[in-house]
T-cell receptor, first 112, second 114 residues
Framework: QKEVEQNSGPLSVPEGAIASLNCTYSDRGSQSFFWYRQYSGKSPELIMSIYSNGDKEDGRFTAQLNKASQYVSLLIRDSQPSDSATYLC????????????FGGGTRLMVKP | GAVVSQHPSWVICKSGTSVKIECRSLDFQATTMFWYRQFPKQSLMLMATSNEGSKATYEQGVEKDKFLINHASLTLSTLTVTSAHPEDSSFYICSPRGGRYGYTFGSGTRLTVV
């Protein structure tokens, strides 16, 4: 089992819809979780970080964390074609110091 | 805050030559530097971790004699790919950590070995 897992996609949604991206992790002791967006050929850019169970909202983005289920998700409301990118889930594993472990990424396509 | 400068952004080199990639944290002191590489359609894979003034710790499968990491100051780390071969062609990304800043990334270096 991989430490951080994501569905590779592509996930295709129409413009204006809600895109739901999911991530599961294996280390129950993990405390810090991050979502990054990566455009093709570019470096990842941080969208959200979440540390506590529940929802965290920032503009059109909402991160959801459920530590009991070892599940973290990212919702993108009112999806735009410019949101088309690969979304990387990253977890700071409890036994890995300050190192981030990345999921394989989910490719999101928002169709006009 | 958390401005990171990585150079070059892309480089093409001949097989057998060496390439140096620089990563600078411009507005904070990076006590730890992570180096990642990313092959096409794959996620980021950690190559090595270095702390300022110490030898780097390499992940399994990464040759320390091939990928030389120097982290001599709190604002500069370099990755040198020695005797590069086509299979080393990849996207290399640095990620400095320090102070109150979270996980930031350099802009990446696209290495193509021909």
């Amino acid at each position: 089992q991989k430490e951080v897992e994501q569905n590779s996609g592509p996930l295709s949604v129409p413009e204006g819809a809600i895109a739901s991206l999911n991530c599961t992790y294996s280390d129950r002791g993990s405390q810090s979780f991050f979502w990054y967006r990566q455009y093709s050929g570019k470096s990842p850019e941080l969208i959200m970080s979440i540390y506590s169970n529940g929802d965290k909202e920032d503009g059109r983005f909402t991160a959801q964390l459920n530590k009991a289920s070892q599940y973290v998700s990212l919702l993108i409301r009112d999806s735009q074609p410019s949101d088309s990118a690969t979304y990387l889930c990253a977890v700071e594993l409890s036994n890995a110091g300050n190192m981030l472990t990345f999921g394989g990424g989910t490719r999101l396509m928002v169709k006009p | 805050g958390a401005v990171v400068s990585q150079h070059p952004s892309w480089v093409i080199c001949k097989s057998g030559t060496s390439v140096k990639i620089e990563c600078r944290s411009l507005d904070f002191q990076a006590t730890t530097m992570f180096w990642y590489r990313q092959f096409p359609k794959q996620s980021l894979m950690l190559m090595a971790t270095s702390n300022e003034g110490s030898k780097a710790t390499y992940e399994q499968g990464v040759e320390k004699d091939k990928f030389l990491i120097n982290h001599a100051s709190l604002t500069l780390s370099t990755l040198t790919v020695t005797s590069a071969h086509p299979e080393d062609s990849s996207f290399y990304i640095c990620s400095p950590r320090g102070g109150r800043y979270g996980y930031t990334f350099g802009s990446g270096t696209r290495l193509t070995v021909v």
